[in-house]
């Protein structure tokens, strides 16, 4: 009985993948995910008047997508969470409606662009041609891969034959960390056919670690590079804003001057001389114009010849930090300034001038309270009326004039 009940839900998710849109519920959820390399879901509410319209515009392109490209196994699926608590709660919905990606039924990012029909379709099709969101690097060697390590960047050394099944994979795995890394390939006429397939990641483009488990196994791909990767330093700007945002983790962000290389190179040495381990992953280490977040700079009474200039945003406070220049790169400041985060003391002085700004206040407003009372309990002496001559009698014809008054005519 079990089995026909397994069997029949196998069928199900079957005949819904080759529908446009797919009803994706806790029953089924499993196993749509498994039976798809790549999954582009919308989580919608009823009530919602733009999840709604979102609906109609994603069914559209779900019907487009599926007509043009029919032997693709992309699903287009659809979370009603109002009636699946638990996926909205699995997946973290906040906000409806909200658009994710997974492949292979990992979630690798959220999409954030336009509901446009078209739009939709151009995502998913970029989403599919892993490639063109990633920036391969070609070299003809292995020895040669230092060729294109930045200090900015971690460099992942992908030695397998273009477009093979791992090559591929390995790619939808680093898709949304790709722009922490720079990830260098073998040339398309290399096979490969005599040398030894890698997977390899180095920090510092010198030292190697090497990628030792299954290079089948999508999520261990994903976590094997994540791990490494973390606490790389990311380019913060208007258009992933809002994702380091909903990553929850304190913003440690830099401003610094556009095409400010040496302070870039400062700044992720200084991450990774002085940030290691468990304080690392607390916080989102962040670079970021500061000619165009002017806001911010006004905000701490600064300006662009104040750059660079390092914060923490926590989301509820921001901290500037005491240091101008190169002393925000000495060494210990910038662990100093990230331990005193968790420890409160940026939050104790934060409240200490807050708290000393109020008794300045209270303290003037009970003394123009007590004036007032003065003022109050003074009786005022009555006014005594005295004659005075009228101003308007200075305005008669004086004796140096060109006219005559009438009695002297």
């Known amino acids: 009985m079990m089995f026909h009940a397994q069997l029949l839900l196998v069928l199900s998710i079957l005949l819904s993948a080759n529908s446009s849109l797919v009803p994706i519920t806790s029953v089924n959820h499993d196993e749509v995910m498994q039976n798809s390399r790549l999954t582009f879901v919308s989580f919608t509410a009823s009530w919602c008047p733009f999840s709604q319209m979102l ?10 997508y599926k007509e043009k490209h ?3 196994k992309t699903i287009w699926g659809n979370v009603d969470c109002m009636n699946e608590n638990e996926l909205s709660n699995k997946y973290s919905i906040n906000k409806y409606p909200t658009m994710k990606v997974f492949f292979y039924g990992h979630l690798v990012t959220e999409y954030r662009g ?18 063109s969101l990633v920036k391969l690097n070609e070299v003809e060697s292995l020895t040669q891969w230092q060729r294109y390590a930045v200090p900015q960047k971690g460099t992942l050394i992908l030695w397998f034959p273009r477009g093979s099944p791992p090559f591929e994979l390995i790619l939808k795995a680093i898709v949304l960390i790709h722009d922490r890394l720079t990830v260098v390939v073998p040339e398309v006429s290399n096979l490969l056919e005599h040398e030894e397939h890698k997977l390899w990641f180095s920090l510092d483009g010198e030292h190697v670690q090497h990628f030792n488990g299954s290079v089948t196994n999508f999520k261990e791909i994903m976590e094997w590079v994540k791990q490494r990767s973390e606490g790389m330093v990311r380019e913060l700007t208007f258009e992933n804003m809002e994702e380091m945002v909903e990553d929850g983790k304190p913003m440690l962000i830099l401003l610094r001057k556009k095409d400010d290389k040496e302070t870039e190179k400062k700044f992720v040495e200084a991450i990774r001389r002085e940030l290691e381990g468990d304080l690392l992953s607390k916080v989102n280490p962040l670079m970021a114009d500061g000619g165009i977040l002017t806001a911010v700079l006004r905000h701490f009474r600064k300006d662009v010849n104040d750059l660079p200039f390092l914060l923490i945003d926590q989301l509820v406070h921001s901290y500037p930090s005491p240091w101008r220049g190169d002393e925000i790169f000495a060494k210990g400041n910038i662990k100093q300034f990230v331990v005193d985060l968790f420890n409160e003391t940026h939050h104790r002085k934060l409240h200490k001038k807050v708290d000393e700004l109020l008794k300045k ?7 123009i309270e007590k004036q007032a009372e003065l003022e109050d309990q ?25 006219s005559f008054a009438k009695e002297e005519l």
């Not at 609906?55 to 487009?64: G, P, R, V």
């Not at 939709?120 to 599919?128: A, G, K, P, R, T």
């Not at 206040?361 to 003394?367: C, G, M, V």
């Open 70 to 72: 029919p032997e693709r």
């Open 55 to 64: 609906l109609t515009s994603f069914t559209d392109a779900a019907i487009t």
């Open 114 to 131: 336009s509901r446009q029909v078209q739009a939709l379709i151009d995502y998913v099709e970029q989403m599919e041609n892993t490639t």
């Open 378 to 402: 003074k009786t005022e002496a009555p006014k005594t009326l005295t004659k005075q001559e009228s101003l308007f009698k200075q305005l008669k014809p004086g004796k140096n004039r060109y």
């Open 361 to 367: 206040i209270l303290a003037e407003t009970e003394r």
